[in-house]
Structures are given as structure tokens and as C-alpha cells.
């Protein structure tokens, strides 16, 4: 069955930082483009960052300088190291992926369950 796990979540005070993981399991050969999205209480799923399967990446105005999206291609697992975190970022994260199965099928638009990050005051 292929899946993204998503993992790292937490409680954190204001300026710490937290490192969220995207794992693509399954008979997968390679994420393409990922992205991370986050969606507030009460607020619209908004993209966070994304990055192509060549590595270019960007970022939404309010997290750029705070927060850095890598990818690890030999473990099919994206990364958001997320640095001076602010409460306006707690919210729950979601990855989302473009998957090459091993078989070469295409596995579009999958979603992980999502992790939740809180960030106290």
C-alpha cells in the first residue's frame, strides 16, 4: 500500500524549532514535486513550502528565512526543519506528493495523515 507518513510534531515554545519528516512507503521508486501545507483552526489548507524532484524550492512570505524544505531521494523522505517558531504557526502539517511506483505507476496528489505542531507563547 503506498502511503506518506508524516512525523515530528509536537508542543514547542516560541523560537524553538521542530523538524517534521515525509516518508513515502509502499513499492515506491521516487517522490517528484512535495510540498508542505499547514491549515490553522478555523483557517484554509495553505501551502508552506515546496520542492521539485530537482531540488528547487519555495517557500510562502511567512515562513521564508524561518523554515527550510530538503528532500533525501535515497530514503523517498522530504524534510521541514522549521526554525523561530511562532504560535501563528501551530497548526496541523500535511504532506503532499507526486509518487513514481516501482512498477512506474503514478501516483498523484497523495496526502499524509498529517502531524499536529503547536507553538506556546
Known amino acids: 500500500q503506498v502511503q506518506l507518513v508524516e512525523s515530528g510534531g509536537g508542543l514547542v515554545q516560541a523560537g524553538g524549532s521542530l523538524r517534521l519528516s515525509c516518508a513515502a512507503s509502499g513499492s515506491i521508486f521516487s517522490m517528484n514535486a512535495t510540498g508542505w501545507y499547514r491549515q490553522g483552526l478555523g483557517n484554509r489548507r495553505e501551502l508552506v513550502a515546496g520542492i521539485t524532484s530537482g531540488g528547487t524550492t519555495n517557500y510562502a512570505d511567512s515562513v521564508k528565512g524561518r523554515f527550510i524544505i530538503s528532500r533525501d531521494n535515497a530514503k523517498n523522505t522530504v524534510y521541514l526543519q522549521m526554525n523561530s517558531l511562532k504560535p501563528e504557526d501551530t497548526a496541523v502539517y500535511y504532506c503532499?506528493?507526486?509518487?513514481?511506483?516501482?512498477?512506474?505507476?503514478?501516483?498523484?496528489?497523495?496526502w499524509g495523515q498529517g502531524t499536529q505542531v503547536t507553538v506556546s507563547s
Open positions: 503532499n506528493a507526486d509518487l513514481i511506483g516501482s512498477d512506474s505507476s503514478y501516483y498523484a496528489d497523495y
